[in-house]
């Protein structure tokens, strides 16, 4: 194992969040206080509870995955989309690294930025709503869970991306809509039937039910249930990665 | 001596069906200066994005201190250091940064004192702190040449380093080169100008077309370079050489009608004279006398006509 050269690519990718910190940590923290401002407290202050939770609370963990799963996904993405669009990616690709490792070094440091990100959200939300936390270790490992599989995506999106376009087009075409429809304001049961049913072919819906579980110990569906659709979307990034470096996809020539 | 590099076969089609490599065969010896000579799009970058590990050979071997460059990257990678063609860079990065980075990713233990050795070598100290897009291109091509020796590299590439350089840093670079090929470091570099190769090289490749057509020492091409031709323009055809001049190297050519000596400019003494007064003796008489001298130029462009 190179660990200087996961240690390394490491280094770099926090220092560009570093650079970069308004992009990466301020932008997403104001757009999320105006979530909370124009949805918990203006509109929410018309709905009652959900499940026994005030409207502004219930939607503090959907709006902390929204963060992380788009914050996820534009890191890691972009870490390793732009050694390509520069060319240094050369350095990379004529290093002693292997691919596992390059993966531990961009996967490992966009999870990192957005756990750090939705730990920031979440400490912004405390201002707007009262929270209380039923299930820490659990909320901790759906974050991470969630942070590393999402980051695997963004890094395969990264890949396959050619140009600017293809990079920006998943995140906002299909994981924003996801999360919207995924529960993030309302409970699924809030909907006629047939919507529910569609719901229940998101998997997002999944993560942000058993997220809102380990803040409020309820959930729209098992814990379960939403723990296997986690592992699956995970063993599915996993087992794309492992497929694009054994065909060395878009990178060497 | 066992190579350094060996490369056995080598061909490069690229995916859009273009042959980069051609059956190439080549081995490099330890602590030399190869220079790789041929014109643009000869296939000398291929060649060493290949041996680096940035493009996948279509077929062939090569190995790098005995070792296969697929099966045993992780050793031929750490030993090769590179200065690619393009000047690619984090322009958001400090000197000091992406200096730094470069020895971490090659799998070394941090070492400042070495960085800072490595910086000043390079006339890059007091822009440690500048970032990269603040630098002009020469600086560029010196933070390249450090994150290129970060790691303490046995093997250098400069792929085309004078291109767009001022004569300064040309002569930092060759000062350089010299000093590391003297710790022993072998160095392989591409130009497609002849001076280049002649000033700085121990051998000399000449590429064309993705297949390697020379591979000669510089100093067996100097020695060439070093002769020279007398033709004479004789009056009558002449059947053969007399025997009073079969010391001298003498040709017949033109039907007997010219007279070719070839003799050595960088002896003492050429025998031009001593041939002159001879001839006289034998009463040979010629119309004309003129000199012709093949310069590595000649053989560089005839060798590129030829395999075209
Ligand atoms: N990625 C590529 N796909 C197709 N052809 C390429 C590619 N890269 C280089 N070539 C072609 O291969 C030939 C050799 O290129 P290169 O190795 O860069 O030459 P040199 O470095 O000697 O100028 C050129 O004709 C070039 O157009
Ligand atoms: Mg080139």
């Known amino acids: ?9 490491y280094k770099f990718e926090m220092a560009r969040t570093k650079r970069t910190l308004f992009q990466s940590i301020i932008s997403p923290v104001i757009s999320t206080s105006l979530y909370f401002i124009v949805f918990g407290s203006a509109i929410g202050s018309r709905i009652t509870e959900i499940d026994g939770v005030s409207y502004g609370a219930f939607i503090v963990p959907g709006l902390i995955m929204l963060s992380l799963l788009t914050q996820s996904i534009s890191n890691a993405s972009f870490g390793i989309y732009f050694p390509k669009f520069t060319g240094t990616i050369y350095e990379l690709l004529s290093a002693p690294v292997s691919s596992i490792e390059v993966l531990l070094g961009y996967v490992g440091a966009a999870a990192t930025k957005s756990i750090l990100l939705a730990l920031i959200i979440l400490a912004t939300a405390h201002f707007f709503v009262p929270l209380e936390i039923a299930h820490p270790l659990w909320m901790l490992f759906f974050l991470v869970v969630t942070a590393i599989t ?101 990178i060497k020539q | 001596m066992q190579p350094i590099i060996q490369i056995t076969d080598v061909n490069k089609i690229y995916d859009s069906g273009f042959q980069a490599l051609n059956d190439i065969s080549l081995s490099i010896k330890p602590a030399e200066i190869f220079a790789l000579l041929g014109p643009n799009g000869a296939g000398k970058t291929t060649l060493i994005s290949t041996i680096c590990g940035i493009v996948n050979a279509s077929s062939g071997q090569i190995t790098v201190d005995g070792k296969d460059i697929v099966s045993g990257y992780r050793h031929t990678r750490e030993l090769i250091g590179l200065v690619p063609q393009e000047l690619t860079t984090d322009a958001f990065e400090t000197v000091w940064a992406t200096v730094s980075f470069s020895r971490g990713l090659f799998g070394k233990k941090p070492n400042p ?196």
Not at chain 2, 125 to 153: F, N, Q, T, Y
Not at chain 2, 202 to 222: C, F, P, S, T, Y
Not at chain 2, 265 to 288: R, V, Y
């Open chain 2, 113 to 308: 004192t070495f960085i800072e050795k490595t910086l000043k070598s390079l006339s890059l100290w007091d822009k440690k702190d500048s970032r990269m897009m603040e630098l002009s291109g020469g600086m560029k091509r010196r933070v390249m040449i450090a994150k290129a020796l970060s790691h303490e590299p046995s093997i250098l590439f400069l792929d085309e380093p004078t291109a767009g350089v001022d004569v300064e840093l040309r002569k930092d670079m060759w000062q350089l080169v010299r000093q590391l090929r003297n710790d022993g470091v072998t160095i392989i570099l591409t130009t497609h100008y002849i001076e280049e190769a002649e000033e700085i090289a121990d051998r000399i490749g000449v590429i064309k077309n993705g297949q390697l057509i020379l591979v000669e020492d510089k100093a067996a091409l100097m020695n060439q370079l070093g002769k020279k031709q007398l033709i004479l323009d004789l009056k009558e055809p002449l059947v053969a050489i007399p025997s009073t001049m079969t010391d001298f190297n003498l040709q017949i050519k033109n039907e007997g009608l010219q007279l070719i000596y070839s003799y050595d400019t960088t002896k003492e003494h050429t025998g031009i004279s001593a041939l002159l007064q001879q001839l006289s003796s034998a009463n040979i008489g010629f119309k004309d006398i003129k000199t012709d001298q093949s310069s590595l130029e000649d053989i560089f462009v005839s060798l590129v006509k030829e395999s075209t």
């Open chain 1, 1 to 9: 194992m190179n660990h200087y050269a996961v240690a390394a690519i």
């Open chain 1, 150 to 250: 999402f980051s695997l995506f963004g890094f395969i999106i990264g890949i396959w991306a050619d140009n600017f376009e293809k990079l920006q087009v998943i995140p906002l075409i299909v994981i924003t809509p996801l999360v919207f429809l995924g529960g993030t304001f309302y409970s699924v049961s809030m909907l006629p039937p047939f919507w529910q049913t569609v719901t229940q072919l998101n998997p997002v819906f999944y993560l942000i039910s058993g997220f809102r579980w380990s803040f409020y110990g309820v959930a729209d569906v098992s814990l379960i249930t939403s723990f296997m659709v986690m592992s699956g979307f995970l063993a599915f990034c996993l087992l794309a990665v492992t497929w694009i470096f054994k065909s060395g996809y878009q």
